[in-house]
Nanobody, 119 residues
Framework: QVQLVESGGGLVQPGGSLRLSCAASGNIFNTNTMGWYRQTPGKQRELVATISTDKRTSYADSVKGRFTISKESADAKITVYLQMNSLKREDTAVYYC???????????WGQGTQVTVSS
């Protein structure tokens, strides 16, 4: 079992920045892929960014050059960050942390954190 706990959402003006955090704990010691998805009402959840065990990253085209995903491991936890710069109104969504671990058939999700970009 893995637990994902998110933090860092909020209200920001267009052009501003926010950093989201996701702390993973539990059975986290296999190779894995973690990342962030987002969802707006009436739309499917969409991939924002991922990062692998060896820190390879991938991004949705809509956030390339503005968002950066990173991670660190310490004290039996993995923390994944999403640094969001130059935010646009269309980035407004609920952001979900995601994790998938080798040899575990389950997909893990955080509880979601609201990001609102508005003046």
């Amino acid at each position: 079992q893995v637990q994902l706990v998110e933090s860092g959402g909020g209200l920001v003006q267009p052009g501003g920045s926010l950093r989201l955090s996701c702390a993973a704990s539990g059975n986290i010691f296999n190779t894995n892929t973690m990342g962030w998805y987002r969802q707006t009402p009436g739309k499917q959840r969409e991939l924002v960014a991922t990062i692998s065990t060896d820190k390879r990253t991938s991004y949705a085209d809509s956030v390339k050059g503005r968002f950066t995903i990173s991670k660190e491991s310490a004290d039996a936890k993995i923390t994944v960050y999403l640094q969001m710069n130059s935010l646009k109104r269309e980035d407004t969504a609920v952001y979900y942390c995601y994790g998938k671990w080798r040899l575990d058939p389950r997909d893990y999700w955080g509880q979601g954190t609201q990001v609102t970009v508005s003046s």
